[in-house]
Structure formats: structure tokens, C-alpha cells
């Protein structure tokens, strides 16, 4: 059987992907597919994270924008490490 995904990255350009399993947890090693073109790479999370909330896939500063399907989907307002718990706390979003 083959190994079941922690996270999926819409697009090869978003920086934040998706967990699509219960109980993730800090120092899990995250098997991530990339949806697009089902390519994979693997990442350390570094907090727990609830399923359906994001992770950074790379080191985002306050400021810098946050892309899941390849679009702008909000601010980042406080700066997340590289595996990186991504959610309401600092992410907000654009619209107002």
C-alpha cells in the first residue's frame, strides 16, 4: 500500500498547502503532492495543525502574500517558518 499524503499543494507556485489528515502533529514528516502535475516532496511540520488548515511551504514574512491554487488568497501578518502552522492567527485576508 502505498503512503497516504499529509498535505496537498494545488500548484507548484502556491507557498501554503492543505492537510488532509486528523491528528497532525509537530515533527510529523509530511509526505505533500502537488495536484497539479502529482509530484511530491516531504516537510516537517513544525506545530500541530488542524485538517482543512494550511502550512507554509516556505518561510513567509509579515507582508508577503499567501498563494494556495496558484491565486492570492490573503496577508500574511505575522511571520511562519517553513512548516508552519497558516491560519486566522496570520493570515487575514485582502477583501477588507
Do not use: Q
Not at 514528516?29 to 497539479?36: A, F, I, R
Not at 516531504?42 to 507582508?63: M, Q, Y
Not at 500574511?76 to 477583501?95: L, Q
Amino acid at each position: 500500500m502505498s503512503e497516504i499524503p499529509h498535505l496537498l499543494v494545488h500548484e507548484a507556485a502556491d507557498n501554503v498547502g492543505v492537510v488532509v489528515v486528523e491528528g497532525l502533529t509537530a515533527g510529523t514528516d509530511m509526505l505533500c503532492v502537488v495536484t497539479h502535475d502529482d509530484s511530491s516532496f516531504r516537510l516537517t511540520a513544525k506545530a500541530d495543525v488542524p485538517i482543512g488548515h494550511k502550512v507554509a511551504l516556505s518561510d513567509l514574512k509579515a507582508g508577503d502574500t499567501a498563494i494556495k491554487y496558484g491565486e492570492d488568497i490573503g496577508r500574511i501578518t505575522a511571520d511562519v517558518e517553513k512548516g508552519g502552522h497558516v491560519h486566522t492567527h496570520n493570515c487575514k485576508t485582502k477583501r477588507w
